[in-house]
């Protein structure tokens, strides 16, 4: 026998381990629960799971299609975006550091925090995230301040379609729509950020305009032009479109459950009960803001001023909540430092500021504004 057989039988192989069968995870025990109900509803009521698909498909086809595709809103993002583009271009970013720094040194809080609320009121919500995000990052924003920028931008209107059709209701019911105005958008951008800062977010510094690095790009400005152009209909179409499906989806599903009926009838009850009129209050919410503001320029002078004023400081903000759970938290996770749910749970707090608002301007000024 020769030596390499000798010593390859007296090779003593390791006993293994038997391996321990895996055990359920709750995930697959959820799983399970799905197929075989899938398989029950196939066999005994197929035409559950057909109806269920198309209400989805009915509540998302209108808003991604007649909305974004075909309508106004999506051209309006891209359009957004170019502006804001070309502002940055012409400086406009770095003249509104050097207008806040004194202001913002007071609270100790980055001046950058109010950027994204000017883009939104001069442009789009989306464009706003995707411009001032970055902005944030490199001003070294904490993450605190980057919350406040989200709070702070839902608190002002996201079409100036919507602030015209706005001033338009205000205007039929005898309101002085500029105290309306400065109470409802420009005071906000400056009282959010300083009771955030003292409160819930509390992680900020001041920042001297030294400290700040320039935010006027060098790129030429015909490439700026078309660049910004594609970024927008990237923006649109690759973040915007998804989230909004995503959201309306959802709501398919709660309709085809019989869900939300009486969501929709508990929001407009709500509504009502902080001074804002339900129809127009709905539409803001829901769909959209300048839709709302449009419905109300038609029926306005039937109204009482207090729901007209109401329904005006809602429409000017962050809504709709497709925007609010959709959009700002996708838009902001891919251009900022803060993740979809810190950046959903900032824009959530602003929107309820928002309403706080409402109220408040309804209910103890309008005996001044009337």
């Known amino acids: 026998m020769s030596e390499a057989k000798k010593v390859a039988e007296e090779v003593v192989v390791p006993h293994q381990p038997k391996k321990e069968k895996r055990k359920w995870t709750r995930i697959e025990g959820v799983g399970f629960v799905l197929v075989i109900t899938s398989l029950f509803v196939l066999l005994f009521s197929p035409e559950t799971l057909s109806g269920l698909f198309n209400s989805v498909v009915d509540q998302v086809y209108p808003v991604v299609v007649d909305t974004f595709l075909t309508g106004t809103v999506g051209v309006s993002i891209i359009v957004s975006v170019i502006i804001g583009r070309s502002l940055e271009r012409l400086g406009f970013t770095d003249a509104l550091s050097r207008i806040f720094v004194p202001l913002t040194n007071l609270y100790k809080i980055n001046p950058a925090v109010i950027i994204p609320s000017i883009y939104n009121i001069l442009g789009d919500i989306n464009a706003a995230g995707k411009i001032a995000g970055p902005i944030l990052m490199r001003s070294n924003a904490t993450k605190d301040e980057q919350k406040i920028a989200v709070a702070t931008m839902v608190q002002s209107q996201q079409s100036f379609a919507t602030f015209m059709l706005g001033m338009v209701a205000l205007t039929a019911v005898g309101v002085n729509a500029f105290i309306v105005v400065f109470l409802a958008v420009f005071i906000p951008v400056v009282i959010v950020p300083f009771l955030l800062s003292k409160t819930i977010y509390r992680n900020t510094k001041s920042v001297k305009l ?14 700026t032009l078309f660049n910004s152009a594609r970024e927008g209909a990237e923006l649109v179409f690759l973040l915007i479109i998804p989230a909004v499906a995503v959201v309306f989806a959802c709501i398919g599903i709660l309709d085809y459950m019989g869900i939300w009926s009486p969501i929709e009838k508990g929001l407009s009850s709500a509504l009502l009960a902080l001074n804002i009129d339900p129809e127009t209050g709905v539409l803001s919410i829901l769909a959209s803001p300048t839709l709302g503001m449009a419905t109300l320029a038609e029926t306005a002078a039937t109204l009482d001023p207090r729901l007209v004023i109401g329904s005006f400081v809602l ?8 925007s609010v759970f959709g959009q700002i938290p996708v838009i902001w996770a891919d251009n900022s430092d803060l993740t979809e749910k810190e950046a959903m749970g900032a824009a959530v707090l602003g929107i309820v500021m928002r309403i706080i608002t409402a109220f408040l301007i309804v209910y103890f000024l309008t005996p001044i504004l009337v």
């Open 210 to 223: 030294e400290e700040l690095p320039s935010f006027t790009p060098k790129t030429g400005f015909l490439p």
């Open 315 to 322: 429409a000017a903000s962050g809504l709709p909540l497709s």
